[in-house]
């Protein structure tokens, strides 16, 4: 009696350890995702937080599918370590699953959806910090070879005063003084008296922008994780049933990785075949939506065949393929152990 207790205890706290984690992942991921960039700690250096906060906003429906799965995952690992009763807990986790994917993320879309512009206008000034001119009171190189600092910037970020240029070459140099320059948005050169004095004086600030360059396996995984974002945007706005379809099959990929937490004996290979799961669920996305992959399957597949859902289709194969390889993993692991479920 007391052990079921124990373990109704243990049920319970599935659906509470999805939500607080799916809530922790989408305010994790959407601020750093933001502070992260360099046009988001270039707004915050500018004073202009209403612009951060409002991108972070937009981050937070944007990366809502990643963040649903990092949550499933983590309640999978939750579920290695605490005993629950099965039928409840998979009860519970299906609920969970269908409010989010159903009802949670259809309603963030639409939100989305409907203030699109003001979304749209809030980036264009997020990202103007890296189209304005440098910031002042650095000595930088021009590509002519010269060396040039002014010691202010207009709010406007237009106009630079007191523009010191140090010319050198061969024959003579010199050190010329401006009282004011102007900045060209478009060709990102300062001119001063109608002649272009500095050519390269604005953009990505080469003096932080390597700051923000994230290493190649942090950037690649994020660009497969953004392509999935983006699959899960378009299907948004081709209907609820594309929607619903991609979702499923997607997330039903996610939800056969708790196999792998059971694979072997040593719960940490078992977290480290999890998360490579869990990565290449994103990294092949690309081959189910376009390549020779896509145009081998439109070959064999009937003419009215909807493109579209082609990566569903793939989706759905190999989860089907992955489910019945991790089933019979499974089962052969508990008939090697006699059939004692508690140390699976």
Same mark, same amino acid.
């Given at each position: 009696?007391?052990?079921?207790?124990?373990?109704?205890?243990?049920?319970?706290?599935?659906?509470?350890?999805?939500?607080? /984690?799916?809530?922790?992942?989408?305010?994790?991921?959407?601020?750093?995702?933001?502070?992260?960039?360099?046009?988001?700690?270039?707004?915050? #250096?500018?004073?202009?937080?209403?612009?951060?906060?409002?991108?972070?906003?937009?981050?937070?429906?944007?990366?809502?599918?990643?963040?649903? *799965?990092?949550?499933?995952?983590?309640?999978?690992?939750?579920?290695?370590?605490?005993?629950?009763?099965?039928?409840?807990?998979?009860?519970?986790?299906?609920?969970?699953?269908?409010?989010?994917?159903?009802?949670?993320?259809?309603?963030?879309?639409?939100?989305?959806?409907?203030?699109?512009?003001?979304?749209?206008?809030?980036? *264009?000034?997020?990202?103007?910090?890296?189209?304005?001119?440098?910031?002042?009171?650095?000595?930088?190189?021009?590509?002519?070879?010269?060396?040039?600092?002014? %010691?202010?910037?207009?709010?406007?970020?237009?106009?630079?005063?007191? %523009?010191?240029?140090?010319?050198?070459?061969?024959? /003579?140099? #010199?050190?010329?003084?401006?009282?004011?320059?102007?900045?060209?948005?478009?060709?990102? /050169? $300062?001119?001063?008296?109608?002649?272009?004095?500095?050519?390269?004086?604005?953009?990505?600030?080469?003096?932080?922008? /390597?700051?923000? *360059?994230?290493?190649?396996?942090?950037? $690649?995984?994020?660009?497969?994780?953004?392509?999935?974002?983006? #699959?899960? %945007?378009?299907?948004?706005?081709?209907?609820?049933?594309?929607?619903?379809?991609?979702?499923?099959?997607?997330?039903?990929?996610?939800?056969?990785?708790?196999? $792998?937490?059971?694979?072997?004996?040593?719960?940490?290979?078992?977290?480290?075949?999890?998360?490579?799961?869990?990565?290449?669920?994103?990294?092949?996305?690309?081959?189910?939506?376009?390549?020779?992959?896509?145009?081998?399957? %439109?070959?064999?597949?009937?003419?009215?065949?909807?493109?579209?859902?082609?990566?569903? $289709?793939?989706?759905?194969?190999?989860?089907?393929?992955?489910?019945?390889?991790?089933?019979?993993?499974?089962?052969?692991?508990?008939?090697?152990?006699?059939?004692?479920?508690?140390?699976?």
């Amino acid at each position: 009696m007391r052990d079921t207790i124990f373990y109704m205890k243990n049920t319970l706290m599935v659906p509470l350890v999805f939500f607080l /984690n799916f809530t922790l992942w989408i305010l994790a991921v959407s601020f750093f995702s933001v502070f992260s960039s360099y046009n988001g700690i270039m707004s915050l #250096a500018i004073g202009s937080t209403g612009v951060f906060f409002l991108e972070c906003l937009y981050r937070v429906v944007y990366y809502l599918p990643v963040c649903l *799965s990092l949550a499933l995952v983590t309640v999978f690992f939750f579920l290695m370590r605490h005993r629950t009763i099965y039928w409840i807990t998979v009860l519970l986790l299906l609920i969970s699953l269908i409010v989010t994917i159903f009802l949670i993320m259809p309603v963030s879309y639409r939100l989305i959806e409907k203030n699109s512009w003001a979304f749209l206008q809030n980036r *264009s000034v997020l990202t103007s910090s890296s189209r304005q001119v440098y910031s002042p009171g650095v000595l930088r190189p021009d590509i002519d070879g010269s060396r040039m600092v002014w %010691l202010s910037v207009h709010e406007s970020g237009k106009i630079v005063r007191r %523009l010191v240029v140090a010319r050198t070459s061969e024959t /003579n140099s #010199a050190l010329v003084v401006y009282p004011e320059a102007t900045y060209d948005l478009a060709t990102r /050169n $300062l001119v001063a008296d109608g002649t272009v004095v500095v050519k390269q004086a604005g953009g990505e600030d080469p003096l932080f922008s /390597n700051v923000f *360059s994230p290493p190649q396996v942090v950037a $690649l995984v994020a660009n497969r994780v953004d392509v999935v974002m983006d #699959a899960f %945007l378009t299907a948004v706005s081709r209907g609820f049933y594309s929607y619903a379809l991609f979702s499923l099959v997607f997330f039903g990929s996610v939800t056969l990785l708790w196999l $792998l937490c059971n694979a072997t004996g040593w719960r940490l290979l078992n977290i480290l075949l999890t998360f490579a799961a869990l990565f290449y669920l994103y990294a092949v996305y690309p081959l189910f939506s376009h390549g020779s992959l896509v145009l081998f399957a %439109l070959r064999i597949l009937p003419s009215r065949f909807p493109s579209e859902m082609i990566p569903s $289709l793939f989706y759905a194969t190999q989860a089907v393929l992955f489910a019945i390889i991790g089933a019979i993993v499974f089962t052969r692991r508990l008939i090697r152990l006699g059939g004692r479920r508690d140390e699976i």
